[in-house]
């Protein structure tokens, strides 16, 4: 916040208002410096932290992100809302097997008319094939026609952006299909879930999909949010060398 606020000092300074007082600026900068520079570090795992279920956690490898970025287009489902574009890249050395689900059942169109079927301060998932239909009571539990995909938890942490594998309860070994993008820093989510991409434009708009009005005493939108694609593109297109 304090970033945004001395950013604003220097952008919006009126002309002909004279100069900020070298000491006031200096300071100001120092502040800057030590804020920002903090947000922009990713957070630590604990090297002491196990797996769910006592499944192994792959520590100290740096993601390294494909070639191939996906990019998710969401709309409501009247179509009068459009809901953007949301880019995740993602991470193969990471979660090899997870980033070649997602990237096969995308190449199948498996997620287009899917909808963002739960929503709330932490998180948006999607990508369930139940979502299609007019009976959401079991929105949640669908998966592919492709067998589930064992754990591959790792010391990514989750920070704001993190795309992670969804699974059904306790059962480490059941994602499948269903992704989810985590809103804020969630600690309890390190080394419990699979990590296997980030966002890198776009996440106002997924923020934007969380504050979607949802059905009482539920997590679901009230309004449909779908999913009209999710294509694979360059990375190079969206992230700048």
């Known amino acids: ?49 196990e797996g769910a279920g006592g499944a192994p956690v792959k520590r100290g490898v ?8 996906a990019v998710i287009e969401a709309t409501s489902s009247d179509g009068k809302i459009d809901y953007g574009k949301i880019v995740v890249e993602l991470y193969p050395n990471v979660a090899p097997q997870m980033v070649e689900r997602f990237k096969t059942l995308t190449r199948q169109g498996f997620y287009n008319g899917t909808t963002f079927h739960r929503v709330n301060p932490e998180v948006v998932q999607g990508g369930d094939p139940l979502s299609k239909g007019e009976d959401q009571s079991r929105v949640g539990m669908g998966d592919s026609p492709l067998p589930n995909v064992p754990a591959e938890f790792s010391d990514v942490p989750f920070d704001r952006g993190v795309v992670g594998a969804a699974r059904k309860g306790n059962d480490v ?22 990590a296997f991409g980030k966002v890198v434009e776009g996440m106002n708009n997924a923020q934007v999909i969380a504050g979607a009005p949802t059905r009482p005493g539920t997590e679901n939108p009230y309004d449909k949010i779908v999913i009209k694609s999710i294509t694979l593109q360059p990375r190079a297109n969206f992230v700048k060398p």
């Open 173 to 194: 070994n059941s994602a499948n299909c269903q992704f989810y993008i985590t809103l804020r820093r969630v600690p309890q989510w390190d080394a419990q879930y699979t």
């Open 62 to 69: 740096k993601p390294e992100p494909d070639a191939e970025a």
């Open 1 to 49: 916040m304090f970033c945004s606020i001395v950013r604003s000092v220097f952008v919006f300074f009126p002309a002909g208002a004279g100069r900020l007082p070298a000491a006031c600026l200096c300071l100001a900068l120092a502040l800057c410096v030590a804020s920002c520079g903090g947000g922009q570090q990713q957070s630590r795992v604990s090297d002491d932290l």
